[in-house]
Structures are given as structure tokens and as C-alpha cells.
């Protein structure tokens, strides 16, 4: 008897720990959201935050770790981008395309400081225009992973080629060899996790041309690395 009290108390507690804690998980949702196209819902990402949450809840130790949160964090946004990975945009998107409309987008905006319309994109290529936004849906997606799920998509063996920190520091070589700007582009994106849209306040320069540096810098790297 005495026993099933303690657990039931212990499970409240825990319980109580994952709503407390809860807020916390929509305000990662709503940054991560912001990296992200519209056909990613916000309350899909939430729901996933939150079960990865209870989980951890149950087996949190308070005597291991002093601060849940901070036990937590990684692995509740870890558990949002393996649903992310999940939707299998790689293969919903010819990487083809991706590349011909990148190509696009480059030079139409060089030439005229905006990114082109999906209609202007589709009529160039000759494609269908929803073909055209799924497209750059994926890509939107895929964005927002880490670097190295973005290599892999070039060969999904890439990690059989290399270990994970010599990868790494392949990495490291390639952007020490780019512009300053874009490296402090991929240290915001990547490791502060700001939007296009905040960096563009920091560095002064529009999103569009934020994405267009992104892009290019993961294909040198992706060239580089073979």
C-alpha cells in the first residue's frame, strides 16, 4: 500500500513536471516554426514536443541532473527533427529541381534584389507550378536540419566514408576558406538557431540573400567532401 502511494506520487510529480515545463516546448516550436514552411503545422511539432516530454519526465533523476530543462531541451527539439526527417522530403523532391530552381532564384535575384514568384520559376522550367512549391517546400524543410542530415543527402553513405568528427572538421576547413560573412551566416543559423529574418536585422542584409548564402555554402561543402 505504501508502495502504490509512492508511485502515484511519484508519478504526479513527474506529470506536473512536464506541464510546468510545457511553455517552454511552444516557445522552441514557435522559433523552430519560424524556419519553416506553412505546410508544417505548428501543433503537429507541439504534440511531438510534448510526448518527448512526458517521457523524459518518467525518467528524469533529479539526482543525476539538477535542472530538467537543461535534460530536457536537446532532446525534445532532437525528437522534433527526427519527425521533420520523418516526412521524407528528400524523396517528395526531385534534387534536380531543387538545384535548377536554386540556380534560378540566384540569378534572378543578383539581377534584381527579389526573389522570383513560383510561377516565374515554373514557366522558366517548363513545370508545373505545384511541383515547383513543393519543391522549395522541401528544400525549406531540409534547411533547417543539421549540416550533416544535408550532406547525407548527397550520399546517404556519407558517414560510412568518414567518422562524425572527422566530418566535422572537414566542415571547419571548408568555412574557414569562405568569406566572414558567411561564416558568421552559418554560426547564426546553425549553432544560435536564428531565423533568416534575424539575421538579416543583425548583418544588415535582406533574407533573400541570406538564403542564397546558405545554400551556396552547403554545396561547397557538399563538393568539397565528395
Do not use: C
Not at 530536457?72 to 532532437?78: D, I, L, N, P, S
Not at 543527402?153 to 571548408?174: C, G, N, P, W, Y
Not at 535582406?206 to 538564403?211: K, L
Amino acid at each position: 500500500m505504501v508502495k502504490r502511494g509512492y508511485d502515484t506520487e511519484l508519478r504526479y510529480y513527474q506529470d506536473e513536471l512536464a506541464v510546468q515545463y510545457l511553455p517552454a516546448v511552444k516557445a522552441m516550436v514557435f522559433r523552430l516554426k519560424e524556419r519553416l514552411p506553412q505546410s508544417v503545422e505548428f501543433d503537429d511539432l507541439v504534440s511531438i514536443g510534448a510526448e518527448e516530454l512526458i517521457k523524459l519526465a518518467r525518467r528524469y533523476d533529479k539526482e543525476q541532473n539538477d535542472s530538467f530543462w537543461g535534460y530536457a531541451k536537446t532532446r525534445v527539439y532532437g525528437a522534433m527533427l527526427d519527425y521533420l526527417r520523418s516526412l521524407d522530403i528528400v524523396s517528395r523532391a526531385n534534387r534536380k529541381l531543387i538545384k535548377q530552381i536554386d540556380e534560378i532564384v540566384e540569378q534572378y535575384l543578383d539581377e534584381n534584389g527579389v526573389e522570383p514568384e513560383n510561377n516565374y520559376i515554373a514557366e522558366v522550367l517548363g513545370e508545373d507550378i505545384e511541383k515547383i512549391k513543393e519543391a522549395r517546400r522541401a528544400a525549406a524543410i531540409y534547411n533547417v536540419l543539421p549540416l550533416h542530415d544535408q550532406l547525407e543527402s548527397q550520399e546517404r553513405d556519407t558517414f560510412a566514408l568518414v567518422e562524425q568528427e572527422e566530418l566535422i572538421e572537414k566542415i571547419m576547413d571548408v568555412l574557414a576558406t569562405m568569406p566572414k560573412r558567411d561564416q558568421l551566416i552559418m554560426q547564426l543559423y546553425y549553432f544560435e538557431e536564428l531565423t533568416y529574418k534575424e539575421i538579416s536585422e543583425v548583418l544588415d542584409i535582406t533574407p533573400s540573400r541570406i538564403s542564397q548564402v546558405h545554400k551556396r555554402v552547403v554545396s561547397k561543402i557538399k563538393q568539397s567532401i565528395g
